[in-house]
């Protein structure tokens, strides 16, 4: 945009461009190049930098001027990360100098550790890094210092800190505006930004049709429940918890005695599998991928084959409506203006009966949901169910000749006829 | 005692006049209406009962009127939900169960002018009027349009002096509309003598009295190319039969006296000679038992309001408010305007209907019917609500009748068909009619002839800048009289713009107008309206070339309501000359779409904040 100011006000500095990903803010329309002020005495003469001895090691580049406040922040991370000690390592500075000096170094490397802290979601942690600033001392007193940007590095941080809240969609509250009115001022960047947020966040909030609960349970039923009738998408389709997992843990990395298995099923659903012809093997499939915000969960269908033309068109029968006729006996068809469909490429499939989410995606587990299903629709115990798995998540964390082997288990097609089989 | 006299009184008239028809053979009708021309025939002058006739059914009516005065207590059979056996008998011996039965089977062998009339009385009790309703409009109506002659004489003497009721199963549970809800079986025995009837009928009213019931069920038929078919089969069966039951009876919001329940069947045995019609020709039974049984309910509607009227102005002349009778507040007689133009159209309606059905030539007036039933019950449903409105906090009591009126009336939108149903089945029947007579033409316009679409649009150019209609109602040889001319020719107009409109819409949608409820709704809405139009018309020119009293108010009210459904009809032309973005179905749908998709009402509460 215009580095002139940024110059003009790097006194003393040396720009020095950082292209770690660390810094992908730095290009945002905000700032189309990507500059880092790195202090004079901190020049090296490569893109290098030297890492302090203890790092982690994570490969961040870390300049060398932040690397106190890293320090701080460090020692607070050894002693618990929480929002208590992230607050008190803000605590720390505020009282160490009245001047607050270096305080747009702080915040930005406080920003950065507010991920490792837990508080990326915390307002009140915004609002407590805002209060850093000097109050006061930013705003522009006449029209001049207004029409140029005041204080450059300062408002950028000021922005930096809305953006980063801006990421993970907290909505700052009147105590952010009044901050940021004290520091920067009404015709500030920083207050711009504020209003921006504050335009259209409200009018985002509720933009998704089919909210998840926040946060997510953590509870894999009831998990598995959410995602179950969000991919329903039919309110009359009724979840069915064929097992609940024993025992009950809530960790899903470990095993399950007994895995649960919720299922999910519509009026629909079980009319289309009563009318499914039984000679016709219907298929088990799976696992399929569903990400719910950051988490993932894998669910399983049950389906058949695409069925052959005559069956699918529905015929009306003459003598069905006794007040009105169902269909006219006119040689007349739509007329072109009147088509509210588009012409949409159709994916033909063939019908599905069920769904499942289970807490072990082995053949045995799955067969128990078929058992269950056979309950309340009849007709499977007449109809063969071929199992037709692919290697889950769970496989995928085994070692890898373990893995492969059950992979190659899981990939025959594993006829496994229950019409025998009775629940 | 009654019926005797009446028996006499009758002897000297022709037979003929008198005899129930069976055969309904399609007839034009109000179908004429969808291609813009006028009804003329049958209807223009207002149809009109011979003296005898007149005499006769104003004999007869005294009697029932002065039963219904006298001896039926509303208010008892209401609360208690039971007509009094005593009631019942009083009914019997009035030949009340037999009304239409041809007078050699024992019954009265009235038309359908006359049971019409009656009806009017009947509805004075709404539990009696459907009793009688379920009996002989449904229950016994097959046996008469579609049974043999000996189904009829076994049958109908014992139904016709009330020995016996009848009532009509065709309600499962599922829909009463869907064929396809029918899942009662009747499978027929080795020997082939008889049929075995297994299922469950649902708000089957008389269910709980009736001895003999019209049900329908399902048998396999076998086709000539030798697959085996469900369809639906009627049979006559008998309680005696054995092996009928019936549930408790419903309580419901109204016409609570009547008996509604359900009744099983299990194993009964029908013999084969009680199927009405044929083997699987239930489906046509159902049909037209359906389709003529509507003809009662238009008086019925006039009858309540009618009775209304005189309850609700008694009190508005004596009741005072600010030192004024309320009669004197404007709000309260545009009330008994309201009340008074429905009664008079509905009147007009029923009554030419019912002597069109009866007329020369045996004609099918299902259409018209229906449309009776519509108009009728929704207006019916306004007054009520008006009258107990003017009674304020009084009709909401229990102690006065309205309430029970109100809930009562409230039925009349829903049996016999909601109107939901019906509404598509008037602007369909008339769609296939005029289709059939407009395809030709409107193909050639697809095909995007040039002359042909010149024509066509120089004609609607034509019509914009200001044409006269002329259909030949008004004028020198005209059927109207002067002094409604001008509602003559609101109704001219509305006719021929309707008449387009159907050809427009049978162009854009051809035959999958079917799936457009709503614009099936705005024609059928029309077409009821265009009847109503031409029913009061031709009454009201009637009455003013004969003299009858009051026929000034006639002519007022005609010309009050013209103007009203003129207005109404142009909207709705309007509407239906646009697109559906423009019309706003596609936003009626759109919001129905997304409130069913939540199945809740979605909008957040007013003060809610987003931050």
Known sequence: MNSMWLLAAARGTLWRAALGRDYTWLQSPGCVQAFWTGPLRGCSSGSKLTLRPGDDGDGEQIPRELVPFENMFRQAAQQGRSKATWCQVVEAFQNRDVRRREHVEFIYTALRHMVIFGVERDLDAYNCLLDVFPQGVFVPQNYIQRMFHHYPRQQLCGIQVLEQMETYGIMPDQKTRFLLLKIFGEQSHPAYKYQRIMYWFPKFKHINPYPLPDPLPRDPVDLARHSLTRIAADASARVTIYQMPLPEQEDPGIDHAQPYIVGIQSPDQQELLARHNPAQPVLVEGPFRLWLKTTCVYYYILHAELLPKEQQEEVIDLEQSFYYPLQLDLDLDRGIWDKETFDVEKVEEGPLFAMCMVGAGDQATLAKWIVGLQETNPILSQTSVIFHLRPGPQELQLAPSAAKSREEEEEEEAQARWGTREA | ?611
């Open chain 2, 1 to 611: 005692m009654s019926r005797h006299l009446l028996r006499a009184a009758r002897a000297a008239l022709p037979a003929g006049a008198r005899q129930l028809r069976t055969a309904v053979p399609r007839r034009r009708g109000a179908c004429d209406f969808f291609l813009g021309t006028p009804l003329k025939e049958g209807v223009f002058p207002y149809p009109e009962i011979t003296n005898e006739e007149l005499k006769e059914i104003n004999q007869f009516v005294g009697p029932v009127e002065k039963f219904f005065h006298e001896e039926v207590d509303s208010k008892k059979i209401d609360q208690d939900a039971k007509i009094p056996p005593e009631t019942l008998r009083g009914l019997k011996n009035l030949g009340l169960f037999g009304i239409q039965i041809p007078e050699e089977y024992g019954g009265l062998g009235f038309s359908n002018t006359m049971y019409a009339y009656l009806g009017e009385i009947f509805s004075l009790d709404a539990s009696i009027a459907v009793t009688l309703a379920a009996h002989q409009t449904i229950g016994l109506k097959g046996i008469l349009i579609a049974g043999t002659d000996e189904q009829k004489a076994k049958y109908l003497p014992k139904l016709a002096s009330g020995e016996h009721i009848a009532a009509f199963c065709l309600t499962e549970t599922g829909s009463g509309n869907d064929a396809a809800s029918i899942q009662t079986r009747a499978k027929l025995s080795e020997d082939g003598k008889y049929f075995l009837l297994n299922g469950s009928k649902v708000w089957i009213s008389n269910g709980g009295l009736a001895d003999i019931f019209t049900v329908f069920a399902r048998t396999e038929i076998v086709d000539e190319d030798g697959t085996v078919k469900d369809k639906i089969t009627a049979f006559i069966v008998e309680r005696a039969f054995g092996g009928i039951m019936n549930g408790k009876p419903e309580d419901k919001l109204g016409i609570r006296g009547s008996n509604t329940c359900e009744v099983h069947f299990e194993n009964t045995k029908v013999p084969v000679e009680n199927v009405i019609g044929e083997v699987g020709g239930g489906f046509e039974v159902a049909m037209k038992i359906l389709s003529n049984s509507r003809i009662s309910m238009g008086s019925a509607s006039v009858g309540i309001i009618k009775k209304l009227i005189e309850m609700t102005a008694e009190y508005a002349c004596t009741r005072k408010q600010f030192n004024k009778k309320l009669s004197d507040f404007g709000l309260i007689q545009e009330k008994f305007a309201l009340m008074t133009v429905k009664a008079y159209v509905i009147e007009s309606m029923a009554y030419l209907t019912a002597r069109m059905m009866d007329g020369p030539g045996l004609p099918d007036c299902s259409l018209e019917a229906a449309m009776v039933k519509v108009f009728s019950s929704e207006a019916c449903w306004i007054c009520v609500s008006e009258a107990l409105q003017i009674f304020g906090a009084l009709g909401y009591m229990k102690d006065y009748p309205y309430e029970r009126y109100l809930r009562d009336s409230r039925i009349l939108l829903i049996f016999e068909g909601t109107n939901e149903v019906l509404r598509p089945y008037i602007a369909l029947m008339g769609m296939q009619y005029a289709g059939k007579i407009l395809t030709e033409r409107i193909k050639e316009f697809k095909q995007r002839k040039v002359p042909f679409i010149l024509t066509t649009f120089l004609g609607q150019f034509q019509d914009s800048i200001g044409r006269k209609v002329d259909l030949g109602l008004v004028g020198d040889k005209g059927v109207i009289h002067p002094s409604l001319e001008e509602s003559g020719k609101q109704l001219e107009e509305n006719i021929y713009y309707f008449g387009q409109v159907v050809e427009g819409l049978l162009r854009r949608f051809g035959k999958t107008i079917v799936d457009e409820q709503l614009i099936l709704k705005k024609v059928a809405d029309i077409v009821i309206h265009l009847y109503a139009m031409t029913a009061t018309i031709s009454r009201a020119s009637r009455s003013i070339s004969i003299g009858l009293r009051n026929h000034d108010h006639e002519v007022l009210l005609t010309n009050l309501f013209c103007k009203e459904a003129f207005f109404k009809n142009n909207y709705a032309i309007a509407e239906l000359e646009k697109y559906s973005e423009e019309n706003m179905d596609s936003s009626i749908k759109k919001v129905a779409r997304q409130v069913l998709e939540k199945r809740a009402y979605t909008c957040s509460y007013p003060f809610d904040r987003t931050f």
